[in-house]
């Protein structure tokens, strides 16, 4: 059994911790932790004086830069993360003192309000308001860092948090803080302690920094290596070519017969059909010829021999989106009418953000399976269309020419955000005109290594997906 102290007024026995009142009851009472046996707990009050500031009103008839002014200490005063109070930004009149509480250097200030317990420790004398607690008379017990660290643990904190659990308003008072249960370990051994956490700290404070470091590289890895392995792809590195595969040629073909028949079944215009050509000279420089014109062509990375680079226009139908006049634009679902989107839409999966209803006799439709890409704020949002829509300014539809694989294309316009954006202009918002969207370039491979990317990159965006969950 551990010996009784009249001093701390907290007992053990048979195991268990009782508490003796100033009236000579004794109560049961629950400790935090076990503490080793030379350590006393103890209730806040019996070795500390505990008090709440004041402030005089109104504080700013009060404020003063006259030399016999004296210190207003505010929590503006306090630095992010400090341990001392040095100076302070404003002072009152002295005649303010009889509305206030004067303390002095040495003192600690808890605050009681927002950011409830919190200590700072002060290097100045001054006045203190409502918002702070005092905290003086502890040097016979406590070593000043040992307090501070102490008011500053967990051990103080989850108390704290008990203390004021259901309360409206969440204040701390000097009662509240009053009957806090403090360890008390012999004056030498909190120095000893003390000497220990000095030397702790900064390993804590370094090792604090590396685990923010691993959080943040653990949060943006998985969208990295999205980008990533989409770089690879379209670069020709994410799966090997295949001699047997049809050569690209015979693609591009196929495509400038799809867009024949379409001018002749009266849906492409017959500027539509002109295109430009895109090839390697002998001096390993890419050109592009457009009518007469011939041009030096940079683009933007090698690309294998077996593959083409050509524009977006070449490839695919790109309409641009426009908005119709009000009367067209209905509240509901009404008869001939199908889902009418504006731009300014992050896409979800699949699915564009509904916004009304729009009549189909209006030209801006576009028919799924296409790819929809936002062209204003945000620049470069792209998603593929699960049903038929209508888009108004902001959208682009793009419509891959049969055969190109649409989730290829699909999948490279997800690699070109921040090139898109580089290009965007405007001073309201940023946006990509339809010039610069059809003049974009993009790399073909054969149709057989464009459905393997594909397959690929959806395996291993699979395994991303369960790296996250």
């Not at 004086?49 to 402030?55: K, L, M, P």
């Not at 400038?256 to 001096?283: A, N, P, V």
């Not at 949002?381 to 290829?408: C, E, F, M, Q, W």
Request: glycine share 6%; with cysteine; net charge neutral.
């Amino acid at each position: 059994m551990k010996l009784f102290s009249l001093f701390y007024l907290v007992f053990i026995v048979d195991n268990l911790h009782y508490e003796k009142f100033g009236d000579g009851t004794v109560k049961q009472v629950d400790i935090p932790f076990e503490i080793p046996e030379s350590w006393e707990w103890v209730r806040f009050s019996e070795v500390s004086t505990i008090v709440r500031g004041g402030s005089p009103r109104p504080i700013r008839e009060f404020i003063t830069e006259a030399d016999d002014g004296i210190n207003w200490i505010k929590i503006g005063d306090t630095n992010i993360g400090g341990k001392f109070i040095n100076s302070t930004k404003e002072k009152i009149k002295p005649t303010g003192l009889k509305k206030t509480r004067y303390v002095t250097k040495g003192t600690f200030l808890l605050t009681n309000s927002m950011s409830f317990g919190r200590p700072y420790i002060l290097n100045v004398d001054g006045a203190i308001h409502d918002g702070w607690l005092a905290i003086s008379n502890y040097e016979e017990v406590f070593s000043r860092d040992f307090l501070y660290y102490l008011l500053s643990s967990k051990v103080a904190y989850h108390q704290f948090l008990e203390l004021i659990s259901g309360a409206v308003v969440k204040n701390l008072n000097s009662d509240k803080v009053a009957s806090l249960l403090v360890p008390v370990p012999p004056k030498k051994e909190q120095e000893r302690i003390v000497s220990a956490v000095f030397i702790g700290l900064p390993k804590v404070e370094d090792y604090q920094k590396l685990h923010d470091r691993l959080e943040k590289i653990n949060k943006e890895f998985p969208e990295k290596l999205r980008k990533s392995i989409l770089q690879y792809a379209m670069q020709g590195k994410l799966v090997p070519q295949n001699p047997n595969d049809e050569p690209v040629e015979v693609l591009l073909e196929k495509i400038r017969q799809e867009k024949q028949k379409l001018y002749e079944e009266g849906k492409l215009k017959k500027k539509d059909l002109e295109e430009s050509i895109i090839y390697k000279g002998d001096d390993n420089s890419y050109y592009e010829k457009s009518g007469k014109f011939i041009n030096l062509l940079e683009v933007p990375f090698t690309i294998p021999n077996k593959w083409s680079w050509q524009t977006i226009t070449n490839v695919s139908a790109v309409q641009m989106g426009q908005s119709p006049k009000g009367s067209y634009v209905y509240d509901c679902m009404v008869d001939n009418s199908v889902e009418f989107h504006q731009g300014k839409s992050n896409f979800g999966i699949n699915v564009l953000e509904h916004s009304g209803k729009y009549t189909t006799h209006i030209t801006k439709f576009i028919s799924a399976p296409s790819i929809v890409m936002s062209v204003r704020a945000p620049v470069g949002d792209v998603n593929i269309l699960s049903h038929d829509i209508v888009i108004g300014r902001g959208i682009a539809g793009i419509t891959p020419y049969s055969p190109l694989y649409l989730k290829y294309e699909y999948l490279f316009l997800k690699t070109q955000k921040s090139v898109l954006e580089a290009h965007a202009t405007g001073s309201t918002f940023k946006a990509i005109s339809s010039q610069t969207l059809n003049d974009a370039l993009i790399p073909i491979p054969p149709i057989n290594e464009q459905i393997r990317i594909v397959s690929q990159v959806e395996k291993f965006y699979s395994c991303i997906v369960r790296l996250e969950s």
